[in-house]
């Protein structure tokens, strides 16, 4: 199954969901699906790329595991931040209002899925 598949899928099964985009670790879009711009997905995804980067960052200096997801809340929206694997992660944009456990429970799924095709 290809990531477009994937990432089209989890977007259509997420109320409120507005973009989905894998990056590596440097904050490179790799695939995405959106109802946002193409270029506004990308630029999410490379800033919250670099958000997971120095969070891990910060958590090996306290000598702590890396994070299994992180969910960032704001007064737009969510986004919820779930790693693949240590070169690259899963991003899904909530809008305000939408219900982000339903949304982490399928991102989880989602990355289960594309784990394999991206571990290679």
């Not at 702590?64 to 899963?90: A, K, M, N």
């Not at 944009?93 to 899925?113: H, M, S």
Request: hydrophobic residues 45%; proline residues 2%; charged residues 20%.
């Amino acid at each position: 199954m290809s990531f477009k598949v994937v990432l089209n899928q989890l977007l259509h099964e997420v109320p409120g969901s507005l973009g989905v985009i894998i990056v590596d670790w440097e904050g490179e879009a790799v695939d995405q699906a959106t109802r946002l711009g193409e270029y506004d997905i990308k630029i999410l995804g490379a800033h919250h790329g670099i958000i997971l980067t120095l969070l891990r960052e910060a958590l090996e200096r306290m000598g702590s595991d890396c994070p299994e997801e992180v969910i960032i809340r704001t007064q737009q929206g969510t986004t919820l931040i779930q790693p693949l694997t240590e070169d690259y992660l899963l991003i899904l944009q909530l809008q305000q209002g939408a219900l982000v456990a339903r949304a982490a429970q399928k991102l989880r799924r989602c990355a289960e899925c594309l784990y394999d095709d991206i571990a290679l």
